[in-house]
């Protein structure tokens, strides 16, 4: 029944207030992870995507979260995705403009100079070239035109919420997600086995972040070859000294591009640089990159001490301009 009601909302044959009723009866039921597949599946299904080549498709990893956390912080994962790409990980960044917070992903990348008006050949294109591209959503998922007026007509989130993070354009199958809800950790993993993810972290901080967190312990889900394990990160135990989280506040997308540039040229705070380090060394692990965490966080520090990060992003500046 959800799939044949999730197909009808996106092909739009349901009237606004049936499917109205449909997303709120299902927020009521509660989405099981059965349900967030089959909707991502199809969300995935009408989504316009790279033709990305299956080679570099197995590479692509997405940092991403599902927002709505309320943290006020800087644009970590986005930070966290350029670190990568320097490091030459093959990036395929899903994200839009703010919705609940100030700086959104695509809001941070247009204030450094990215261009983000690329079709899906030339986005694969700055795949291939810099192992970075930016997928901007609100062009590659064209049935949310009629689907948006019906979200904002309910007063509570919908299953809308927490698919993007599982919707991205170029297939990719390795994941560091954050959720805003603890809830949804073991939900979304599930989900993620189900969509035939090949290796995931999906995280929720004990303090209510999208991230794994510096100001407390996160909790996660680890997804490997269709098997789940879960724990618990606490950062003091890899070296890392917990903060208030004030010390990873963001603002304005011209602030937090200061924030991710000052980072990139060892200029930050501790904590600004830690918390990118922290999420990263997590998503290295994840890509396989790393026998251990202790080597992950490594390879991600000397990303940033060596200039490479810094140097990288005005490499991804100037070819997603001249592309």
């Known amino acids: 029944m959800i799939r044949e009601n999730i197909e009808k909302l996106f092909n739009n044959e349901l009237s606004f207030d049936s499917a109205r009723e449909f997303l709120i009866e299902l927020y009521k039921k509660g989405e099981s992870s059965k349900d967030i597949a089959i909707a991502s599946s199809v969300m995935r299904e009408h989504s316009i995507k790279l033709p990305i080549s299956k080679e570099l498709q197995e ?15 800087f644009n970590i994962s986005t930070t966290v995705s350029l670190l990568l790409a320097s ?4 990036v395929a960044k899903h994200g839009n403009r703010s919705i609940t917070s100030k700086s959104g992903s695509a809001d941070l990348l247009e204030e450094l100079g990215i261009n983000l008006n690329l079709n899906p050949t030339e986005q694969v294109k700055m795949l291939e070239e810099s192992g970075f591209c930016f997928i901007f959503a609100i062009n590659h998922h064209p049935a949310m035109k009629h689907i948006m007026p019906i979200r904002k007509s309910i007063e509570h989130r919908t ?28 939900k979304m993993a599930k989900a993620l086995v189900e969509l035939d993810t090949k290796r995931a972290f999906v995280v929720s901080s004990q303090d209510g972040m999208d991230e794994i967190s510096l100001s407390s312990n ?7 070859s269709g098997h789940i394990s879960k724990g618990v990160i606490n950062p003091e135990g890899f070296g890392f000294k917990k903060v208030p989280k004030e010390a990873i506040l963001g603002g304005s997308a011209k602030e937090n591009a200061i924030i991710t540039r000052d980072i990139f040229s060892n200029h930050a705070t ?7 380090l922290l999420n990263a060394g997590y998503a290295i692990f994840a890509n396989g990159d790393a026998r251990d965490m202790q080597e992950a966080f490594e390879i991600a520090r000397s990303g940033i001490e060596s200039g490479r990060a810094l ?13």
């Open 59 to 73: 590479k692509a990893i997405d940092i991403v979260g599902t927002g709505g956390d309320m943290s006020g912080s």
């Open 218 to 224: 996160t909790d996660f889900a680890y997804i490997e």
């Open 270 to 276: 501790n904590a600004q640089r830690d918390i990118v």
């Open 159 to 186: 299953i809308f919420n927490i698919l993007g993070p599982l919707t991205n354009p170029a297939g990719a199958r390795k994941y560091l997600l954050g959720v805003f809800s603890q809830d949804y950790i073991e």
């Open 87 to 90: 490091l030459g990980l093959v």
């Open 311 to 323: 140097e990288h992003l005005e490499f991804i500046v100037n070819l997603s301009n001249k592309i």
